[in-house]
């Protein structure tokens, strides 16, 4: 009896089981891994048209410090553009509208740039944001 009540038992288990796993297959959820939702990467180039033509060959600036700032003002990312005046920054403020600025903390070595900021608010994963920067005092020579 023992041994028919154990059969019995295991059967109903695997039985439970495999409905319980077949219908959370059945149940649609959206595809979710790597990064949580709330985390947003901004990453651009920042350049100077060098010869203030405006005809979209401009050049890059390394240099630069970026940065992401919330609402408040509170800097939640920051780095430094790279020789191919590339920079990337991250933060877990993704459908926040948040500030980036953009400043000229290198001095002189690749020519002086008015510093610049711009709102954006945060409504995919990437985004990719390019930045020109005007030469400061009128120096447009950039090395």
Known sequence: ??????????KLLAALLSAMGLSACLVEQPDMYGMGPNY????????????????????PIPGIEAKVLDAEGNELSCDVT???????????????????????????ENGLFK???EK?????IITERNVTLEPENGDEEVK
């Open 120 to 124: 954006i608010t945060l409504d995919t």
């Open 115 to 117: 510093s610049k900021s």
């Open 40 to 59: 947003a990467e901004i990453s651009g180039t920042v350049t100077s048209d060098e010869d203030a033509d405006g005809d979209g060959e401009n050049d």
């Open 82 to 108: 790279r020789k191919d005046g590339r920079f990337f920054l991250d933060t877990n403020k993704m459908g926040s509208e948040v500030t980036l600025t953009f400043t000229d903390i290198d001095g002189e």
């Open 1 to 10: 009896m023992g041994k028919i009540l154990d059969k019995w038992w295991q």
